[in-house]
């Protein structure tokens, strides 16, 4: 690496990457896991209307469940991604897209883990751009 020539290409992935299980953050990160929020929202969700509030309490759940329920975990987070894409929400799509690579990277799944993670780099552009560091 040299800085003539920039990083090496892989270089910002990767650094993004060692970064991911070793920053705290609400972002991506597990949350603490409550037993009654789950109850009550788990049974509420399904009426809810598909909007940004849907997203994230759904981005709430997902972070309750790492790493106990990492399958489940995913579930949410997928479930986000679709309604924040579907409604605009760009910071639900950062976060749920966080939520997913960090389940990934646990799980041992760096190739997906990667591309989730690059995802997150090319919209955390502007105003979305502090949410590189919380990966």
């Not at 020539?5 to 972002?27: A, M, Q």
């Not at 924040?84 to 799980?107: D, N, P, Q, Y």
């Not at 955390?124 to 502090?130: A, F, V």
């Amino acid at each position: 690496m040299t800085l003539r020539n920039g990083p090496h290409p892989g270089f910002r992935g990767l650094l993004l990457l060692s970064l991911l299980l070793g920053v705290s953050s609400g972002y991506s990160q597990p949350n603490l896991r409550d037993e009654a929020y789950i109850d009550s929202i788990s049974t509420l969700l399904p009426g809810l209307p598909v909007n940004q509030a849907k997203a994230e309490q759904l981005l709430m759940l997902a972070g309750m469940h790492i790493p106990s329920e990492m399958e489940k975990a995913l579930d949410y987070a997928g479930e986000a991604l679709i309604i924040s894409e579907k409604t605009g929400f760009t910071e639900g799509v950062i976060r749920a897209l966080g939520s997913a690579a960090f389940c990934h990277a646990i799980m041992g799944d760096w190739p997906q883990a990667t591309i989730e993670v690059n995802r997150v780099l090319r919209l955390s552009t502007g105003k979305y751009r502090l949410y590189q560091i919380f990966m």
